[in-house]
C-alpha cells in the first residue's frame, strides 16, 4: 500500500507565495512520476505541474513562470512552489503519485485560498 500526504496550504494574499509538499510512502519500488492537480469549487480538477523521473517538468499555462515543481526521488517528494498567487489560484490542491509497476495514488488535498 501507499500512502501520499499533502502539507503547506493555506490562506495568503494575492501577489503572495505558498510552497506545498507532497510525501509518498509505503511498499515503494521507485516513483515514475508525480504531480499536483488542483479542484476549485463547482469546476472539474485539472493539472497543474507533473515532473516524471528523469526531471521533465509539464505545466498548465495558467501557471507558467509562477508556478514551480521539483521533486526529492530520494525523499519520495514532490514540491509546489507558487509565487504571485492570484485568486483563481484559489482551489484544493492534490497530489499524485505513480510508483513504477503500480497504480496512481492520490493524496487528500490542501486548501490554498488566495485573498483579494
Known amino acids: 500500500q501507499v500512502q501520499v500526504v499533502e502539507s503547506g496550504g493555506g490562506l495568503v494574499q494575492a501577489g503572495g507565495s505558498l510552497r506545498l509538499s507532497c510525501v509518498a510512502s509505503g511498499s515503494i519500488f521507485s516513483i515514475d512520476a508525480m504531480g499536483w492537480y488542483r479542484q476549485a469549487p463547482g469546476k472539474q480538477r485539472e493539472l497543474v505541474a507533473t515532473?516524471?523521473?528523469?526531471?521533465?517538468?509539464n505545466y498548465a499555462d495558467s501557471v507558467k513562470g509562477r508556478f514551480t515543481i521539483s521533486r526529492d526521488s530520494a525523499k519520495n517528494t514532490v514540491y509546489l512552489q507558487m509565487n504571485s498567487l492570484k485568486p483563481e489560484d484559489t482551489a484544493v490542491y492534490y497530489c499524485?503519485?505513480?510508483?513504477?509497476?503500480?497504480?496512481?495514488?492520490w493524496g487528500q488535498g490542501t486548501q490554498v485560498t488566495v485573498s483579494s
Open positions: 499524485n503519485a505513480k510508483p513504477r509497476y503500480s497504480r496512481t495514488y
Open positions: 515532473i516524471s523521473s528523469g526531471g521533465t517538468r
